[in-house]
């Protein structure tokens, strides 16, 4: 079944460290580029990072720059998102995503929650 299952997500007070991880299967995770993104309560969904298929190439969002850290582990087929110095403006729903393909479709998981309070 081709599916992305994300975990690691909780409550935690601001400050704090998390680390998501995104468990891929059905496919052939190593020649996808792959994203995190997130999603707060009542807003859009936003890009947050990405990571190229041997992960040479990273991008982030501004606002996490710094303080979240992409990561991929193509033995493992998974994919990794480290986060620290964690803010109350983090707290959101994050997904993991494999990029689109030649069709324009693109796999999504189902989201874990993150939630940074005191």
């Known amino acids: 079944q081709v599916q992305l299952v994300e975990s690691g997500g909780g409550l935690v007070q601001p400050g704090s460290s998390l680390r998501l991880s995104c468990v891929a299967s059905?496919?052939?995770?190593v020649l996808w580029t792959m994203h995190w993104y997130r999603q707060a309560p009542g807003k859009e969904r936003e890009?947050?990072?990405?990571?190229?298929?041997?992960?040479?190439?990273?991008n982030y969002a501004d606002s996490v720059k710094g303080r979240l850290t992409i990561a991929r582990d193509n033995a493992k087929d998974s994919l990794y998102l480290q986060m620290n110095r964690l803010e109350s403006e983090d707290t959101a729903v994050y997904y993991c995503?494999?990029?689109?393909?030649?069709?324009?479709?693109?796999?999504w998981g189902k989201g874990t929650l993150v939630n940074v309070s005191s």
């Open positions: 059905g496919f052939t995770f």
């Open positions: 995503q494999r990029q689109k393909d030649a069709y324009g479709s693109d796999l």
């Open positions: 890009f947050v990072a990405s990571i190229s298929r041997i992960g040479d190439i990273l």
